[in-house]
């Protein structure tokens, strides 16, 4: 007689018979296994969200399922950080702005306008940002499985990624991985310790587009490969194939930068639901969403700053002379600073000019130091007290200014380039060769003149400053001049106002990133007018993560560029408002 098997009370209770016998009895229900492929088939990578708050315990299950997901020696490597606060998001998707730009640089053109032509604002629009990060203090040899393989800690974590994803799926939330960041420098806004990295960013919220197929093959960026292309029987084929997955390199990156913490008066970008639903704004008309391009990214970015259209705005005009002149680096005597002045105090600049055209007004300001102004070489631009009453000046007068519409900033100074050059070497760790430009009129003997100036400017300031330098105030009072620290001070008055602002050249926008360094946020309110001629201009506008709307090759200064840009942007606006709305949502607005 047979005994009977004895069946634990706990663990498995099936038997080796019972196995043999129905090998896939261990097989979900087919109603089950059509919803896990319904899930899988449908998971996208959304990037469009509503401003709607996701429930708690909606956020609890989908973080669970993460938890739920296999690791390596049941290691748990994963960390998960759930951010809401806007600050945070805000300098997050400056990052990710800013790295976007550098990656699109570094690919073939086409690759590149393709990239740009994404919309990739999730990190700003949707409400939470889960960044999961993998601890991987525990040394290899202690876990199980990860002695061979050191990185299973990371594959784990990346388990816990597609769990939280079809999760969210299946919930209705749709998710973004964006990893356009260098890793330090998200490790950095999120205080990570040494030996904790992260795996991107994860966008969580409700989505606002339902993409029938995966974004990135309705773009036309690729298709996804033929299931019997990547699947190898037994060993690698002699011969080498399948073929390596494509690349679109053109170029190498360029490296980060760190962000330094800096002294001044607050500034917060748009909400979410301002954002959206100036997007909102732009998806409702009876035309392709997008079909302005960059002209519509601009004008989505204004209307979530603004309560009513613009119609109009200023050209502020910043004037200085620097002593750096005396080094020869300029094709212009630096009187030539003063007629151009005079002229635009009476209207008949190109720059105020150009203005009046565009139906924008003018204010014209000369920025002056109490104290001696230094000639950068020799001896710092500005005191540091100078420096803080400019930008305190500036700043009065940008709050004032974001009253009338757009703030569009425009400049003038014989040697301001040079000067440029300089703050842009010291913040984007640039050679001087690298950040220096003809300028108006130069030569070659003028260019390596300019590069000496640069040079011999950045070892003595860091000489004199060392780590203080990396303050944005006590670096435009080193290597700045008068009217950069009053431009300073109108980005950051401007912003703290949430008004719209216009850059122009290479001057202006090196003033704008030395503001953002101050604030983060006031990245959200800038718009690239231009890209000008100037060499070091391109990086300073993708170290702002901005996407110029012109390209025509211009060295008027003066604001000319954001003028005109101005003009087109307000065209856009106007044309936005006065189009036809399809009628789903025109009768959704009755």
Known sequence: MPWPRPVPLIGDQTSAAQRATDPAGWALDPATNESLDTVVGARRDIRRFRPDPVPPHVLRDILAAGHRAPSVGHSQPWRFIVVQEQTTRDHAARLADRERLRQANGLTPDRRARLLDLKLDGIRDAPLGVVVACDRRTAPGGVLGRASF???????????????????????????????????????????????????WLCLGWPDERPPSPGLERHGWSKRAPLEEVVLA??????????????????????????????????????????????????????????????????????????????????????GNHPVTRHRISAYDPSVTGEVLDAARNGVSLGASTARAAGLASKVVYAECAGPVGDLVTADAMSIHDTEALVAQGTSLGEDLATAGLVCLGEVGVGNTTVASCLLAAMLGLSPEDAIGLGSGADTAMLERKRDVVTASLARARTEHAERLRDPMTLTAALGGPEIALLVGVVLGAASRRAPIIL??????????????????????????????????QAVLTELGLEPLLQLRLRAGEGVGAALAAQLLLTAIGARATSAVVEDDAAATQ
Not at 504 to 510: A, K, P
């Open 234 to 319: 037994e060993r690698w084929p002699d011969g080498g194939e399948p073929a390596a997955p494509a690349s679109h390199l053109a170029a190498s990156p360029e490296r980060q930068v760190v962000d330094p913490a800096v002294r001044t008066p607050h500034v917060t970008a748009p909400d979410q639901g301002q954002v959206v639903a100036a997007r909102d704004s732009g998806a409702r008309l009876l035309s392709v969403p997008g079909s302005l391009g960059v002209l519509d990214t601009a004008a989505d970015r204004v209307l979530a700053l603004t309560p009513t259209q613009p119609v109009g705005g200023t050209v502020v005009l910043a004037a």
């Open 504 to 537: 122009d050249g290479l001057v202006t926008s090196v003033a704008a990133l030395l503001a953002v360094r101050m604030q983060p946020a006031a990245q959200s309110m800038l718009i690239a007018g231009q890209c000008s001629r100037e060499r070091g201009h």
């Open 150 to 200: 050191p990185d299973t800690d990371l594959w784990s974590c990346a388990c816990a990624i597609e769990n939280i994803w079809l999760t969210a799926r299946a919930r209705g939330l749709g998710l973004g991985w964006v990893t356009l960041f260098q890793p330090a420098d998200l490790a950095r806004l999120l205080h990570l310790p040494d030996g904790v990295e992260t795996l991107g």
